[in-house]
C-alpha cells in the first residue's frame, strides 16, 4: 500500500518525529544516528525551521515512516532523513531527494547532511545528487553506546558541591537559560519526553549553578541519552562532569533504560576520555555533505 506524503510543523511535527525514531529504536537497538530524544533537545531553542513544514511520509494507519527533517544551526541549515532499519536503496533514495528537492521549494538556499560514515545507501544516495563531503567542516561527532546491565560505580561527589533536579530547584531560573535562552524551560517541557527529575545539576557552597547534565529517557523504547553535559567554568577538574554522567545513568537504569547513548566531537580528547571511561563504547562516526541546493529536476 502506497505511503502518504504530508507536511507538519511546530509541537504536530515533534510529536511525529518522536513516533517515528521511536519505531526506528523499537525495529533496531542501535540504528541510525538520532534519538527521538535529540529531537526533543534540539527543541529547546527558537529556530527560523520551526514553522517551516516538514516533510513525513505515513502508512495507511497514520503512522510515520519516514522524514526529512530541516533544522537550522548557527552554519546553516541541516537536513536529516531519517528512514525504518529496512528500508530499499530506491527508498532511501527518493527520501534523500524529495528532502532535498522540498528544501530548495521553500527557499533554503543551501543544505547539508549529516550521516553515518557507514551508511552505505545514504551515502550513494547523496553522492548521487552531487552532494560531497565536506572535509573542512566535517562534523566529526562519535555516537557512543553503554548497556545499564553492566557494572558501574558512581562517581563520588565533591565536597564542595552537592546535586540537585530542575524538579527539586523550581523556583530559580533555569539554569540553561544564559546558554539556550528565556524560553528554554517552557520550550523543554513542550517535547514529548522530557523530565525535570532527570534534569541534573551541581550547586556549589552559594548555591551557584557549577554543572549540569540532562538524561533523557524515551520508555517506549527502553533507551537513554545524555545530552548536555555541561561543566561551568572555574569549576573543571573536579570530577563534576563525572559525577553526574554516572549518577544520570543510575538514574536513567533505575527507570527502565536498556541502553545509554551519548555523543562526542572528535576534536574533543577531554570528552571522549571521560564517556569512554565510563563504560561507553564507539559505535558509530558521522561525516558531512554539503552542496548547494539547486532547482528540482
Request: proline letters at 5%; glycine letters at 6%; a negative charge.
Amino acid at each position: 500500500m502506497p505511503l502518504r506524503e504530508d507536511y507538519l510543523y511546530g509541537t504536530d511535527y515533534l510529536e511525529a518525529v518522536t513516533e517515528l525514531l521511536q519505531r526506528v529504536r523499537g525495529t533496531h537497538p542501535t540504528a541510525g544516528i538520532l534519538e527521538a530524544a535529540d529531537l526533543n533537545w534540539w527543541w529547546r531553542t527558537p529556530r527560523s525551521t520551526d514553522n517551516l513544514r516538514q516533510l513525513f511520509w505515513f502508512d495507511h494507519k497514520g503512522h510515520p515512516e519516514a522524514a526529512v527533517i530541516a533544522t537550522r544551526w548557527d552554519d546553516g541549515i541541516s537536513l536529516d532523513p531519517i528512514v525504518m532499519p529496512d528500508a530499499t536503496s530506491e527508498w532511501v533514495a527518493h527520501v534523500v531527494e524529495r528532502g532535498t528537492n522540498h528544501a530548495e521549494q521553500s527557499g533554503l538556499n543551501s543544505v547539508g547532511f549529516t550521516v553515518d560514515r557507514a551508511d552505505v545507501l545514504m551515502n550513494n544516495a547523496l553522492e548521487e545528487l552531487g552532494f560531497t563531503i565536506n572535509d573542512d567542516n566535517e562534523v566529526a561527532i562519535v555516537d557512543a553506546w553503554k548497556d545499564t546491565n553492566a557494572p558501574s560505580m558512581i562517581s563520588p561527589l565533591h565536597p564542595d558541591y552537592r546535586l540537585s533536579t530542575r524538579l527539586n530547584n523550581a523556583t530559580c531560573p533555569h539554569h540553561m537559560t544564559k546558554r539556550s535562552g528565556p524560553n528554554v524551560e517552557t520550550r523543554l517541557r513542550q517535547t514529548p519526553l522530557y523530565r525535570a527529575d532527570l534534569d541534573l545539576l551541581v550547586l556549589d557552597r552559594q548555591n551557584n549553578v557549577a554543572a549540569y547534565g540532562l538524561f533523557w529517557l524515551d520508555p517506549k523504547t527502553a533507551t537513554g541519552l545524555v545530552e548536555p553535559i555541561r561543566t561551568e567554568d572555574g569549576h573543571q577538574r573536579r570530577g563534576l562532569a563525572r559525577h553526574l554522567i554516572t549518577f544520570g545513568i543510575s538514574c536513567l537504569a533505575a527507570a527502565g533504560a536498556c541502553r545509554v547513548k551519548v555523543c562526542f566531537r572528535r576534536d574533543n580528547p577531554i570528552a571522549e576520555r571521560l564517556y569512554l571511561s565510563v563504560g561507553f563504547e564507539a559505535n558509530k562516526h558521522t561525516v558531512a555533505f554539503t552542496r548547494p541546493v539547486r532547482a528540482s529536476r
